[in-house]
């Protein structure tokens, strides 16, 4: 573990030029150090005022002018004492600075060491911490929010309940333990059993969120495939509302990946349009096709193009679309018949639609958000979106339906409270209740410097 009573510094504003840019300290000795620089003496000012100055070296170079702010004990992010430096976004400047507060005691920070520090000082449990990482890399409003639910403690406060309730549980088990030759039940198995059913469908219903959440955390990947001229580049370009792929009656344009975001209803999704695919392709165009295939893959999404004014290419994508499903149960696969405005010999399956007129587009929209959100509800549940939680989960629930089993068939209660410790260990990993050094230092190391 890193030396806590070390004061660090750091610059917690992008690299770059830019208007502004502000250089953080945390630690014990954060506002002597900034003291020993500023123009002015800062030992007796109050938390959270801000006092402007100059800055200048051990030769009595200025360095900039700056607005320095203060933070008490307790009183801050990490909760140390701290000092955030604003100066001119010049990286020279900035590298200047934080030189100057290196030569004065300080030292630079750890990736996520600011963060890190807040966690150990109890300013945030674990999954919270996480979430400031998230908060910052969020690019949709979705992910905006499920970030700003779990730093705000949503989900510790939910998963805490279910902790405190198999913990009072597991005592009265234990108890039993210490007065077995009496035969004496303390923990009713009815109720015990009614209680791990209760957890393990709340975390299951939490680990069934995962899906969704991973998707707008790193963005739905939707494949856009099928035969060549089947209006692939001209769907992207009518989801897009933008002229990105090049569009043309001859087959085989397309013959590379194209790649593209957009945002629905708050929810990421990120475009793949492929190269037709085809047998006879020339080597070129074949390279494209297998690409193309590998794309289908990865994606979540995978839009099989058809002409819906040709049997032929509808007969041909039914198929291949069945085949698709069975060997990709995982993945969320749909028959787009595409060319409407031409007609539509298109019976039932297919989502009918004119990429060229825009018709149907809106709804086709709709129906991605849909099939990515199921039953959940944006607003109100909470989504999990971190992989470590959801690897702790399915650890909780599998703890959870051993315990139900021994409580059905009369498993001696050493064995029911063995179980119940084990999901109890498996929650308390995602808040920090059970952490260890390694964890730590995983989580933080994968942190920006400076937060």
């Known amino acids: 573990m890193i030396g806590k009573q070390d004061t660090i510094c750091a610059l917690a504003t992008p690299n770059g030029i830019g208007a502004i840019g502000m250089i953080r300290l945390s630690g014990p000795k954060s506002v002597s150090i900034v003291s020993e620089v500023f123009s002015k003496s800062l030992l007796d000012k109050t938390s959270h005022t801000t006092h402007f100055g100059t800055i200048a070296n051990k030769s009595h170079e200025l360095i900039d002018e700056v607005l320095v702010t203060i933070f008490a004990h307790g009183m801050s992010f990490t909760g140390e004492q701290s000092v955030e430096i604003s100066c001119h976004g010049s990286p020279y400047i900035q590298q200047q600075l934080i030189q100057v507060l290196l030569d004065s005691g300080a030292r630079m920070a750890e990736p996520g060491e600011f963060t890190q520090r807040a966690f150990l000082n109890g300013k945030m449990d674990l999954s919270q911490a996480e979430a400031v990482a998230d908060l910052i890399a969020s690019q949709s409003k979705s992910a905006h929010g499920i970030a700003l639910k779990q730093l705000r403690g949503r989900f510790s406060n939910e998963l805490k309940e279910l902790r405190e309730k198999l913990i009072n549980f597991a005592s009265l088990v234990e108890l039993e333990l210490d007065f077995a030759e009496e035969d004496v039940e303390f923990a009713d198995r009815t109720q015990l059993k009614s209680l791990v059913e209760e957890v393990l469908n709340y975390i299951t219903r939490l680990a069934q969120s995962f899906d ?175 992989a470590r939680h959801y690897d702790a989960l399915i650890k909780t629930a599998d703890a959870l339906k051993t315990a139900k089993e021994a409580i059905e068939s009369n498993t001696t209660g050493d064995f029911i409270a063995m179980d119940i410790r084990q999901a109890m260990f498996d929650l308390g990993q995602i808040t920090g209740d059970i952490s260890t050094d390694d964890l730590l230092g995983n989580i933080f190391s994968k942190f920006c410097i400076g937060k």
């Not at 060229?356 to 039953?375: A, P, Q």
């Open 212 to 386: 969704l959440g991973n998707a707008i955390k790193n963005g739905v990947p939707v494949a856009i495939v099928g035969a060549p001229n089947t209006g692939k580049s001209t769907l992207l370009n009518q989801l897009l509302g933008d002229d990105r792929a090049i569009v043309s009656t001859i087959e085989g344009t397309t013959r590379d990946i194209i790649e593209e975001t957009l945002n629905i209803d708050g929810i990421l999704f990120r475009l793949i349009d492929t190269a037709g695919i085809r047998d006879g392709a020339e080597e070129v165009e074949a390279m494209g096709i297998e690409r193309s295939l590998q794309k289908i893959e990865q994606a979540t999404i995978v839009l099989c193009l058809a002409d819906a004014s040709n049997k032929k290419s509808v007969a041909e994508v039914q198929a291949w679309t069945h085949e698709l499903r069975e060997r990709h149960p995982d993945k969320k696969i749909f028959m787009i018949a595409n060319k409407m405005d031409l007609g539509s010999v298109v019976q039932n399956e297919a989502f009918v639609i004119s990429a060229k007129n825009g018709e149907n587009i809106v709804d086709l929209k709709s129906k991605l958000v849909e099939e990515m959100k199921g039953d959940f509800n944006l607003a109100n549940d909470t989504i999990v979106s971190n």
